[in-house]
């Protein structure tokens, strides 16, 4: 699986984002998928995963309530839905692919797309 994220850029605090990683092999719809950040001088965390069927959905309590992740598999594409952004939402946002939504969410996927820049202004 090669995955390709995009849809970052530089948006005013309060405002909204949608990502997108576009994924590449015919077993999309069997991997489960997520998304991480890694902010200038930090360390690369958790921000939500979905399973294969999307009837399961994880986040970081940071981004509850503001963040939403989904998934597209008739076009082998993840989503975030990203609104009321704050500045400390700064960051590269990657997205990760693996059978299992354990490893997912643990951050050792097997696959990573190379990241897509988020920044808020304030």
């Known amino acids: 699986v090669q995955l390709q994220a995009s849809g970052g850029g530089l948006v005013q605090a309060g405002g909204s984002l949608r990502l997108s990683c576009a994924a590449s092999?015919?077993?999309?719809?069997?991997?489960?998928m997520g998304w991480f950040r890694q902010a200038p001088g930090k360390e690369r965390e958790f921000v939500a995963a979905?399973?294969?069927?999307?009837?399961?959905?994880d986040y970081a309590d940071s981004v509850k309530g503001r963040f939403t992740i989904s998934r597209d598999n008739d076009k082998n594409t993840v989503y975030l839905q990203m609104n009321s952004l704050k500045p400390e939402d700064t960051a590269v946002y990657y997205c990760?692919?693996?059978?299992?939504?354990?490893?997912?969410?643990?951050?050792?996927?097997?696959?990573w797309g190379q990241g897509t820049l988020v920044t808020v202004s304030s």
């Open positions: 979905i399973n294969w069927s999307a009837d399961s959905t």
């Open positions: 092999g015919r077993t999309f719809s069997r991997h489960a």
């Open positions: 990760a692919a693996d059978y299992s939504l354990s490893r997912v969410r643990a951050g050792t996927s097997n696959y």
